[in-house]
């Protein structure tokens, strides 16, 4: 494709709720990222997909929060029993390999709000 | 942990004006180090990498520096237009993910 996208764009829910967030990357890119950008702050890393499993989980900030990527491309986050502190833009990017010089290509992210 | 640090939170220029945002981060041992811009409700797009091994990077009106063994990096903005308005973020790779700075908020003013 011609860029990383996400679904949905926004997304509003109701504290408890379960929620899932799509993230495709660009064609052929092997390495996924996962961030989450609070008001005011920098974009935090939440985990990394090399392929389909997870390399780097450790920016997830409870059992909550899962993420999968079954096929190498399309991944999900799924946020279990939201709270009002879940609020945040959640990105999604993706590089070409989990190379060290490679340039991470970001999504418009998606805005969760938990009421 | 790393950290980055970004000087100033924000910034007001008039058009033509030359400027600099300032990086910093806390451990040297990076692979590279990116330069974002963000849009308000928009994703990053990213402006300059660079490599450990390098000491600048330029595209066009931007030009981005980097002192690995001090922990600083500059992007200095040439005759700012205000469609350079957008939040500026620093970021660095040590491995497997990006630490972002909280990003300078500058503005042109026509």
């Known amino acids: 494709g011609a860029g990383v996208s996400q679904t949905p764009s926004n997304k509003v829910t109701e504290k408890g709720k379960y929620v899932e967030l799509r993230c495709d990357p660009i064609s052929g890119h092997t390495a996924l990222y996962w961030y989450r950008q609070s008001l005011g702050q920098g974009p935090e890393f939440l985990i990394y997909f090399q392929g389909t499993g997870a390399a780097d989980d450790s920016g997830l900030p409870n059992d909550r929060f899962f993420a999968v990527r079954p096929e190498g491309s399309v991944s999900t986050l799924k946020i279990q029993r939201t709270e009002r502190g879940d609020s945040a833009v959640y990105l999604c990017a993706s590089s070409p390999s989990p190379g060290q010089g490679d340039t991470q290509y970001f999504g418009p992210g998606t805005r969760l709000t938990v009421l | ?110």
């Open chain 2, 1 to 110: 942990k790393q950290e980055v640090t970004q000087i100033p939170a924000a910034l007001s220029v008039p058009e033509g004006e030359n400027l600099v945002l300032n990086c910093s981060f806390t451990d040297s041992a990076i692979y590279n180090l990116q330069w974002f811009r963000q849009d308000p409700g928009k994703g990053l797009t990213s402006l300059l990498l660079i490599q450990s091994s390098q000491r600048e990077q330029t595209s066009g009106r931007l030009n981005a520096s980097l002192d690995k063994s001090s922990g600083r990096s500059t992007l200095y903005i040439a005759a700012s237009q205000p469609g350079d308005s957008a939040t500026y973020l620093c970021a660095v790779f040590p491995g497997n993910q990006f630490y972002f700075g909280t990003g300078t908020s500058l503005t042109v003013i026509p």
